[in-house]
T-cell receptor
């Protein structure tokens, strides 16, 4: 079983739709959760990060962590064509020497 | 801040040739990571360093791959000899500490013919 599972998509939505992207994980020690956005032919860029459980909002983006279910989500409100990219989740246990674990990424296209 | 710098951005080489990829991490970051990304396998961690010391190289696919970090501002990933299946985008990332958020460079797109 992989440490982090992510549906690869592709996901296609009309402009203005609410998008939900999700990852599940198996390691209950994970405490630090991140979402990266990767445009075509570019490096991943950090979009949001959260510690432990709960929600974090930043503009049109909301990151949600449910540690009891080992499930994290990224919601995009009022999606725009510029949101078209691949979204990768990542997580770590925040213990010294622990590495990050990345999902495989979900490809999103927002249609004008 | 200039961000993570990688060179070259594109590399096309013939099978059997040596390839050297270079990375300059963000100043002040003490952890550096090398990843490989393909459509089939996604983002794979190859090796990472903390304070210039390799911590885990279990992701390096074969002995043909080697990485060094001679100082805090420079790292190399070498493939010798290269093979067509090494064709991928290679990313370098750095972070303030080992478990903190990572910042990625623009990547090197390697094509081995």
């Amino acid at each position: 079983q992989k440490e982090v599972e992510q549906d690869p998509g592709p996901l296609s939505v009309p402009e203005g739709a609410i998008v939900s992207l999700n990852c599940t994980y198996s390691n209950s020690a994970f405490q630090y959760f991140m979402w990266y956005r990767q445009y075509s032919r570019k490096g991943p860029e950090l979009l949001m990060y959260t510690y432990s459980s709960g929600n974090k909002e930043d503009g049109r983006f909301t990151a949600q962590v449910d540690k009891s279910s080992k499930y994290i989500s990224l919601f995009i409100r009022d999606s725009q064509p510029s949101d078209s990219a691949t979204y990768l989740c990542a997580m770590s246990a925040l213990d010294t020497g622990n590495q990050f674990y990345f999902g495989t990424g979900t490809s999103l296209t927002v249609i004008p | 801040d200039a961000g993570v710098i990688q060179s070259p951005r594109h590399e096309v080489t013939e099978m059997g040739q040596e390839v050297t990829l270079r990375c300059k991490p963000i100043s002040g970051h003490n952890s550096l990571f090398w990843y490989r990304q393909t459509m089939m396998r996604g983002l794979e961690l190859l090796i990472y360093f903390n304070n210039n010391v390799p911590i885990d190289d279990s992701g390096m696919p074969e002995d043909r791959f080697s990485a060094k970090m001679p100082n805090a501002s420079f790292s190399t990933l070498k493939i010798q000899p290269s093979e067509p299946r090494d064709s991928a985008v290679y990313f370098c990332a750095s972070s303030f500490e080992l478990d903190y958020e990572q910042y990625f460079g623009p990547g090197t797109r390697l094509t081995v013919t």
